[in-house]
């Protein structure tokens, strides 16, 4: 009879910030007790959250520090087109213009 063991999930570290200003010992620890509940950690006292508490405090440290956007605050990133001229030495004939279809130092359209 095969017998297989396995690992125990819980507890599990999900998180260390150390050198935090404030406390005893300036660190903190961000450890899953199981799969309801995530508990943070002082170097001398610790609070145990459930999944609503939890949720709770994302979403309070999210408007505090505007992290949390709604699809009208995102802003559409658009790339634009970079031209890079080489300028070739006098004599090799024709101007800059004739060269790269247009006058040097004439900017292009920018995107909308």
């Known amino acids: 009879m095969n017998h297989e063991r ?3 999930a819980f507890p599990k570290t999900l ?3 150390g050198g935090l200003a404030g406390g005893t010992y300036g660190w ?3 450890v899953a007790r199981s799969r309801e509940r995530v508990e943070l950690q002082t170097g001398e006292d610790f609070v145990q959250l459930d999944r609503a508490q939890a949720e709770a405090l994302r979403a309070a440290i999210d408007a505090f520090l505007g992290l949390s956007q709604s ?3 995102v802003v559409v ?3 634009r087109e ?3 001229l080489v ?3 006098s004599g090799e ?3 800059d213009e004739h060269r790269h279809g247009r006058a040097h130092g004439r900017k292009r359209a920018e995107p909308r």
């Open 15 to 17: 998180e260390r910030f």
């Open 6 to 8: 396995r690992a125990q």
């Open 77 to 79: 990133a658009v790339e």
């Open 87 to 89: 300028e070739e030495p």
């Open 82 to 84: 970079v031209v890079v």
């Open 93 to 95: 004939g024709g101007t």
């Open 71 to 73: 699809a009208e605050e």
């Open 28 to 30: 903190l620890d961000v």
